[in-house]
């Protein structure tokens, strides 16, 4: 069955660094488009970026572009988030997920991990 586990969240200065990673496994990882998301206590869950298959095209949340950036490994079957500069804001459970691209826009399928926690405090 589909597989999404990330990890590497934790407790992060603002402006500083912090990557997330996301192993995935049950099904064909470089024939899909992958995500971020992320869910704030109290708030929707929301997408952060996401990437193609091939990662030859990436898309961003405009809060977080130029300062996160999706990447991935399709030989580790393995999607990354480089998180710089973080702000209190960023503080929540980051998800990956597998999805598409129809005509442009990301479209996620209902496969989740257990998500990890990113709090971004001084």
């Known amino acids: 069955q589909v597989q999404l586990v990330e990890s590497g969240g934790g407790l992060v200065q603002p402006g500083g660094s912090l990557k997330l990673s996301c192993a995935a496994s049950?099904?064909?990882?470089?024939?899909?488009?992958m995500s971020w998301y992320r869910q704030a206590p109290g708030k929707e869950r929301e997408l952060v970026a996401a990437?193609?298959?091939?990662?030859?095209?990436?898309d961003y949340a405009d809060s977080m572009k130029g300062r996160f950036t999706i990447s991935r490994d399709n030989a580790k079957n393995t999607v990354y988030l480089q998180m710089n500069s973080p702000k209190p804001e960023d503080t929540a459970v980051y998800y990956c997920?597998?999805?598409?691209?129809?005509?442009?826009?990301?479209?996620?399928?209902?496969?989740w991990g257990q998500g990890t926690q990113v709090t971004v405090s001084s």
């Open positions: 997920n597998a999805g598409k691209y129809s005509s442009g826009t990301y479209y996620g399928y209902a496969y």
């Open positions: 049950g099904f064909t990882f470089s024939m899909h488009a």
């Open positions: 990437i193609t298959s091939a990662g030859g095209s990436t």
